[in-house]
């Protein structure tokens, strides 16, 4: 295994000190790919609860125009949420397909 990205004359390699950790970009890669994923499921979740808890208002609000608009508000940032959420997730997804590399998948 080779941690340095540069070539030594003569195909020599280097040999690092014990107790160096070797985890490597590898590491690296699969937390971030864990951490992308675990947050694009918790705004989608997030936006669903806050669409159900508007909808619910607006059913209660027995036509007061100030909790109908409430409801309203609740209801269309929910929306924006998701929205952002999926075009984020198609965005890490077109980014990793272009460098060839799997950021949705956790493992």
């Known amino acids: 295994m080779q941690y340095l990205a540069l070539t030594l004359?003569?195909?020599q390699?280097?040999?690092?000190?014990s107790g160096v950790p070797s985890g490597g970009i590898d590491v690296i890669a699969k937390i971030v790919a864990n951490a992308i994923t675990i947050m694009m499921i918790i705004a989608v979740i997030l936006s669903l609860f806050y669409l159900i808890i508007g909808g619910m208002q607006w059913i209660s609000s027995g036509g007061d125009?100030?909790?109908?608009?409430?409801?309203?508000?609740?209801i269309m940032y929910a929306i924006i949420?998701?929205?952002?959420?999926?075009?984020?997730?198609?965005?890490v997804s077109i980014i990793g397909y272009f460098f060839q590399v799997n950021l949705l998948q956790i493992g």
């Open 9 to 11: 004359p003569g195909g």
């Open 13 to 17: 390699t280097v040999t690092p000190p």
């Open 65 to 74: 125009k100030a909790k109908v608009a409430s409801a309203r508000s609740r």
């Open 81 to 91: 949420c998701l929205v952002v959420a999926m075009a984020a997730f198609f965005l």
